[in-house]
């Protein structure tokens, strides 16, 4: 299977590399803001998407386009993301062409599911939380990634 794992840097970035076990044996490509990042990696594919947020607005289009385009050229049969926002279009991007969905939310979020989780759970195919307290009949728990 070939999957796309997205997530912006930082803890994010941190918790999809601990999620990599549960997918070897599998073509992996990577997807990120920063290709610093790629520097963690070892003979992997890795591509630059847009670093946005819900406070700039007038980067949402070039995001969007950017995005699009990275998963309409992989096509992935899976997209897993752990945030942010990029990941979060992401998995709207890969809904759109048929990927299966995987958004799991910060271990950050401890009170409430994270804005992007809280749509990622009306959209993608898989919606975890890494808090038992926040499970719901769209949000399951099966632990935490960092651990």
């Excluded at 009306?122 to 975890?128: C, E, H, L, M, Q």
């Amino acid at each position: 299977m070939k999957i796309l794992a997205v997530a912006s840097v930082g803890g994010h970035w941190t918790e999809l590399l601990r999620l990599l076990p549960a997918f070897e044996g599998n073509e992996i490509i990577f997807a990120s803001t920063k290709q610093s990042v790629a520097e963690t990696l070892e003979f992997s594919k890795f591509h630059v998407i847009p670093d946005i947020n819900r406070n700039d607005k007038r980067k949402l289009p070039n995001a969007l386009y950017k995005i699009f385009a990275l998963v309409s050229s992989i096509r992935p049969d899976i997209i897993i993301s752990t945030g942010a926002l990029p990941g979060l279009l992401s998995i709207i991007a890969g809904k759109i062409y048929g990927a299966k969905t995987i958004w799991v939310d910060s271990i950050a979020n401890v009170k409430e599911l994270s804005l992007s989780g809280k749509i990622a759970s009306r959209v993608a195919d898989r919606t975890y939380t890494q808090w038992p307290d926040l499970t719901n009949k769209r949000c399951l728990f099966h632990g935490n990634v960092l651990s």
